[in-house]
Structure formats: structure tokens, C-alpha cells
């Protein structure tokens, strides 16, 4: 599988308004795209069908037509975290059969993007967390930085636990959170001076987060080197 790990520097960063902004830009730029989420916590129920935001808005945002389940292989109901969400509901967070599916569907692409879910180590069950699923899927790794107060101590911990992990951090991309917060320009450069890898861009706070306006603020040339030509 060829493509990227997307975490964050924690949850509701904007971690799906980015993966679904870079899916976009790499299907304009001529790739199949797989967009992938593979768990997901919170369900909403419209027209007949139990629907995941999330899951929907990546299953948008690629081009190869996949199915809400392709995107989203676990989608449990409860919005909490995943592994209280799964003892809620007496269901299982197995580490082969979703890493199978993941291949399975991700395999297919010319760039799968794997998002996670929360920060980059959330439990999944009692033996396994999204650390490690990071690292069973070995890609290289984008963060998504969530620029509010705290985001430095936040990027660069888990910059730090990407690494350990034997990971590449590829790239990072700043997401507005607060709107009104100060000293924007050099909490960015302090960023770019601890994290030691390229940014791929600055996301405004947008009135509309969809995929073609995110896409608009990312830049993929960092992205390519780490992909087959």
C-alpha cells in the first residue's frame, strides 16, 4: 500500500477536512485515490442509513467510487473513544482484520490516505492503540497541527512519538482552530523549526471546509518524493 498516515496533534483538529483536501488534490494532479478512515466513532441517522460525517466526507472527496464500508472498515455508533465506544456496543476492534481490509481496499490506489483517529495514540483495545496501526501499516506520516493555545508542546510530543515508533514524519499542515489566537506567525515558525520537516500549508479558518477549498491551501510537492513516480 502506497500513500500516508494522517494524525493529529489531538481530536476535532481538522484531521478530515485535510486528508479529504489532499485526496482531492492528488485526484486533480491524475492519482486514484483511496481516502480511508478505517474507524470511526458516532453515528447519525438519516434517510434510512446509519451515516459517519467523517467516512462521508472522504468517500467524496477520492475517486474510485468506493463504499461508505470501504472507507470506513469499522464504524461503531457511540461517539466516544473507540475502544469504550466498541465495549458499548459489544463489538470487537480486531488488529488483522481491519489491517486486512485497509490492504485490501488501499492496495487498490495509487495513494491511500489512512486517517486515525484522535491523536496519534488512542487506545483501540487492550493490546493495540493507533501508534501501532501506524506502525503495522508502516507509511510515512502527515500531522495535522491544530494551531490553538498548546499546539507546540502538542506537534512536537507527537512528532516525538511518530519518530520513536521508526516512522517518517513527511510532512505537517497548521489548521486554524482558533480563529483569534495570538502570536499566529511565530507559533509557525517555531513549528517549523521543532518539527524538521516540511509544511504543506496554513488552513484558514473556512466558512465551508469542503474537500476543493481545503485542497486549495495544500501544496502535495513535499508529498512526492515518498511515492512511486
Do not use: I, N, S
Given at each position: 500500500m502506497k500513500g500516508f498516515f494522517i494524525t493529529g496533534t489531538d481530536t476535532e483538529i481538522g484531521k478530515t477536512a485535510v486528508t479529504a483536501g489532499l485526496a482531492h488534490a492528488f485526484a486533480q494532479a491524475g492519482r486514484r485515490v483511496a481516502a480511508l478512515k478505517p474507524i470511526s466513532a458516532g453515528l447519525?441517522?438519516?434517510?434510512?442509513h446509519w451515516l459517519n460525517d467523517d467516512v462521508e466526507r472522504l468517500r467524496a472527496a477520492g475517486n474510485m467510487g468506493l463504499t461508505s464500508a470501504e472507507v470506513g472498515?469499522?464504524?461503531l455508533r457511540t461517539a466516544c473513544a473507540p475502544h469504550i465506544a466498541a465495549r458499548v456496543e459489544n463489538e470487537a476492534i480486531a488488529r488483522e482484520p481491519l489491517l486486512?481490509?485497509?490492504r485490501w481496499v488501499g492496495g487498490r490506489a495509487d495513494v491511500a490516505l489512512v486517517e486515525g483517529v484522535g491523536g496519534f495514540r488512542v487506545p483501540l483495545n487492550d493490546e493495540w492503540d493507533t501508534a501501532d496501526l501506524a506502525t503495522d501499516l508502516g507509511l510515512p506520516v502527515v500531522l495535522v497541527v491544530g494551531l490553538r493555545l498548546g499546539c507546540i508542546n502538542h506537534?512536537?510530543?507527537t512528532a516525538e512519538a511518530v519518530r520513536a515508533r521508526g516512522l517518517t514524519l513527511a510532512a505537517w499542515v497548521a489548521n486554524t482552530v482558533d480563529a483569534h489566537q495570538p502570536h499566529v506567525t511565530d507559533n509557525l515558525q517555531a513549528l517549523q523549526a521543532g518539527l524538521q520537516?516540511?509544511?504543506l500549508g496554513h488552513v484558514p479558518r473556512l466558512a465551508h471546509a469542503d474537500h476543493t477549498t481545503v485542497a486549495r491551501h495544500l501544496a502535495l510537492q513535499p508529498l512526492l518524493g515518498h511515492l512511486p513516480a
Open positions: 447519525d441517522f438519516v434517510d434510512g472498515a469499522l464504524q486486512h481490509a485497509l506537534a512536537l510530543l520537516a516540511p509544511c
